[in-house]
């Protein structure tokens, strides 16, 4: 298995950034697809984007233009760049790992290994 860290969660005001990383031990990293969900209070773990091990990368739409995933296989973590964010951004933000597969999973049920999240608020 792989065990998965996140960090850098906090609070930001409308329109700032901030950005997540995902640290990952364990069994081999490289090849994993990577993936980050999101979990607002009274809602659903939502999709937020996915890179593989070779870095294609797919987002919500929602995220589109303002969020960008990426990896870094030598250092074994993968970085979520928030831009713009806004206040409907605010939740628990959550890496996961699966075994690589195209096309890139964007189910929660997809992804076998997550971390423990780190909480995301962004202030009107």
């Known amino acids: 298995q792989v065990q998965l860290v996140e960090s850098g969660g906090g609070l930001v005001r409308t329109g700032g950034s901030l950005r997540l990383s995902c640290a990952a031990s364990g069994r081999t990293f490289s090849a994993d697809t990577m993936g980050w969900f999101r979990q607002a209070p009274g809602k659903d773990r939502e999709f937020v984007a996915a890179?593989?091990?070779?870095?294609?990368?797919t987002a919500a739409d929602s995220v589109k233009g303002r969020f960008t995933i990426s990896r870094d296989n030598a250092k074994r973590t993968v970085d979520l760049q928030m831009n713009s964010l806004k206040p409907e951004d605010t939740a628990v933000y959550y890496c996961?790992?699966?075994?690589?597969?195209?096309?890139?999973?964007?189910?929660?049920?997809?992804?076998?290994?997550w971390g423990q999240g780190t909480q995301v608020t962004v202030s009107s």
């Open positions: 996961a790992a699966t075994a690589p597969r195209l096309p890139l999973p964007v189910r929660s049920w997809e992804y076998s290994q």
């Open positions: 890179i593989s091990w070779s870095g294609l990368t």
